[in-house]
């Protein structure tokens, strides 16, 4: 048999990639230097208007403290559901993939049915006399941290349990036979086997987030805007070699972030080892 | 070499140890007493507590009942990090993430040990198991015999008193599984730590242990040297348990012992000196190895009988016949395939014999 026909079962997929990915893509790399001829100011444009730039900026850091919070949220409850008996996990799991089934509008339609001016949250506070008059949350910024976080820290929590249970228990016996304490135990060998987990989780999140535009657009203020809004403002203006270009910036940020995240947790690794790491 | 300086083993006993889980009993009153220094193998059927007894010296079981000492040290309720003692597991429990070096160097940073010692110790144990330039190598890429091998010198370069093994061998194919007893039998001697080895092959627990601890139903069924757990078991279940033998009914009556099975009675007085000689049922165990074809002629030397081949099993150096006896009773014979004439073929009769002093009786359960 020829070569070229060895990996034929991985045809249809490369197939898919080729049409649905690949050609795209170079399409809005040609849309974004070639708009209406071959130029460079589309790029110019967006390095030279601070507007722009700001706006990259804050996409890149809410998509990592996002991508943070979740990992530091979704790491003790993926652990505390591992540590659970077999049948509890299911359940526990379950009720973790319940939010998932929803789609991320009707969530963020939710956040601002619970922090609008009279939204759940005032009510209460307001019955409660805790408060005279309403506090503003929706169309602020935390109102966006707090509807990301929960829209992806789902995503985060199934990552880190897969990871966590693929872990033998039994290294973690071993070690502590061998002299180490729980939290011993943890440090040497739990941690370092789910990280790269973990790490995984939290690159998705990532992704994730650098492309998220409806909840940022119906729950935070004009300053809340992310890329994806202006990707989606200036398509619907028809300024499609724009369009292309911030499509491209925030691919290449995107990039920049997984290969940092990448570096970060292998300092952390190191860090964690201590005297192990020679 | 500071590796391998003899330590000194510690004692290790069980007291009236009991485990249950809900309303399974894993060990009950389950006594046991190790020397420093020995090497006693558990040994009995899956399910019989083994693994529990090794867990709950190694401090990762509780138990319900009863006192766990090491040395003159009692353990329960320390963590399973306080306790001193080194373990091997069954399935290696390598740590994946480190190479051969930071594997065996773990116990020894986790005490502190300076750099330099630890390099040292580390370096001598790679030595010990002849892998002193697999040290950067990672686990996945160790064959099952020297990943067994990292993980025994991880177990002792702490020198533990105790070093406890729970079937650590049972994944190896039977070449090396032989190879790696024989490493363990010396690397004992050298290290001199006490050992708790677990096992439910007989074979290897014959051939490693000082002494045997047969176990049955989570209790200690006997315990003595290899050679008096084969010769003289205390139970008709040791008997059957270690190795294959032929239990006999039989009853003694004044001087008379009558053993209907083969139609023969013989003098009390022929059984071996030791045995209990009442009045009453008694059952003798008599291994297949100890019964012998008779020539017409030697009808005389030997008390003998007859019996029926029903089939024969080759097993390399020795044949084992299956015969059935007069009274319908299976009996299992092997003998030496060098044994001189022709072999009976299925159907035949023979004329069998055999000493009375190998009639083993069997205590009765009092
Ligand atoms: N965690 C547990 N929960 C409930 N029952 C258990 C548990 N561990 C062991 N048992 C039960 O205790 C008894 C003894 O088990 P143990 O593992 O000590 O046997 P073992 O002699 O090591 O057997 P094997 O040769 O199969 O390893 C068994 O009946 C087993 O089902
Ligand atoms: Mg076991």
Redesign the pocket.
């Given at each position: 048999m020829p070569r070229i026909f060895r990996h034929w079962m991985l045809w249809p997929a490369l197939a898919m990639l080729l049409v649905f990915f690949l050609m795209p893509s170079v399409d809005i790399l040609r849309a974004s230097v070639m708009d209406p001829e071959l130029t460079f100011r589309h790029f110019e444009r967006f390095l030279e208007r601070a507007v722009y730039m700001r706006v990259l900026w804050h996409t890149v850091e809410v998509s990592f403290v996002v991508a943070i919070v979740c990992a530091v949220i979704a790491y003790p409850v993926a652990y505390f559901i591992v540590q659970s008996p077999r049948r509890v996990q299911f359940l526990l799991l379950l009720l973790i993939f319940i939010p998932l089934w929803m789609s991320i509008l009707i969530r963020s339609y939710a956040w601002m049915v619970v922090l609008g001016r009279e939204g759940v949250i005032n009510s209460l506070l307001m019955g409660a006399g805790l408060i005279e008059t309403p506090v503003r949350m929706l169309f602020t910024t935390p109102a966006v941290y707090v509807a990301m976080i929960q829209i992806l820290l789902p995503i985060q929590i199934v990552t880190c349990y897969s990871a966590m249970s693929d872990i033998d228990l039994g290294l973690v016996r071993a070690a502590r036979v061998l002299g180490a304490s729980p939290w011993e135990a943890t440090r040497r060998v739990f941690i370092p086997l789910s990280l790269d987990g973990t790490i995984t989780g939290m690159i998705i999140v990532f992704m994730l987030s650098m492309g998220f535009f409806i909840t940022p657009a119906l729950l935070g203020g004009r300053r809340d805007l992310l890329l994806a809004n202006l990707i989606e403002f200036n398509v619907t203006q028809l300024n499609w070699g724009f369009a292309a270009a911030i499509a491209l910036m925030l691919l290449l940020a995107a990039i920049v972030g997984i290969v940092v995240i990448r570096l970060a947790a292998r300092l952390l690794l190191r860090a964690l080892n201590g005297a192990l790491a020679r | 070499m500071p590796f391998t300086d003899a330590s000194s083993g510690e004692s290790v006993r069980f007291e009236g140890v009991g485990k249950s889980?809900?309303d399974?009993d894993?060990l009950v009153d389950f006594d046991l007493a190790v020397n420093p220094g020995e090497l006693v193998t558990l040994l009995?059927?899956?399910?019989?507590?083994?693994?529990?007894?090794l867990n709950v010296l190694a401090g990762f079981t509780q138990a319900t009942r009863g006192r766990v000492l090491i040395g003159d040290r009692e353990v329960q309720g320390l963590p399973p990090e306080k306790r001193d003692v080194g373990m091997v597991f069954q399935s290696y429990s390598l740590f994946p993430h480190l190479n051969v070096f930071d594997n065996i160097a773990f116990p020894l940073k986790l005490r502190g040990v300076s750099r330099k010692e630890i390099a040292e110790r580390v370096e001598d144990g790679l030595d010990m198991i002849q892998m002193g330039d697999l040290g950067q190598r990672m686990p996945a890429e160790l064959s099952g015999g020297q990943k067994q091998r990292v993980a025994f010198a991880r177990a002792v370069i702490f020198r533990p008193p105790v070093l406890l093994m729970d079937?650590p061998l049972a994944a190896l194919d039977l070449k090396l599984r032989e190879s790696m007893q024989a490493e363990i039998r010396a690397y004992h001697q050298r290290l001199g730590c006490t050992i708790v080895f677990?096992t439910?092959d007989q074979n290897e627990a014959l051939a490693l242990s000082d002494r045997i601890a047969v176990?049955g139903d989570?209790k200690l069924a006997q315990i003595d040297t290899p050679q008096a757990i084969y010769d003289a078991p205390q139970s008709r279940y040791v008997a059957e348990f270690i190795g294959k033998t032929n239990l006999l009914e039989a009853t003694v009556a004044g001087s008379d012992l009558a053993i209907p099975a083969l139609e023969l009675t013989l003098p009390v007085a022929d059984l071996p000196a030791h045995s209990a000689k009442r009045d009453g049922p008694i059952t003798l165990s008599l291994r297949p190895e100890r019964i012998f074809r008779v020539c017409q002629g030697d009808a005389e030397a030997y008390p003998n009988f007859e019996a029926r081949v029903e089939d024969a099993l080759f097993m390399g150096d020795m044949v084992q016949y299956r015969l059935r006896l007069p009274d319908a009773q299976t009996l299992i014979v092997t003998e030496r395939r060098d044994t001189g004439g022709a072999r009976p073929t299925r159907g035949a009769t023979v004329q069998l014999g055999f000493l009375p002093r190998d009639l083993t009786p069997i205590p009765e359960p009092s």
């Open positions: - | 889980y809900g399974v894993a009995g059927p899956s399910g019989s507590g083994k693994t529990t007894a079937e677990v439910h176990m989570g």
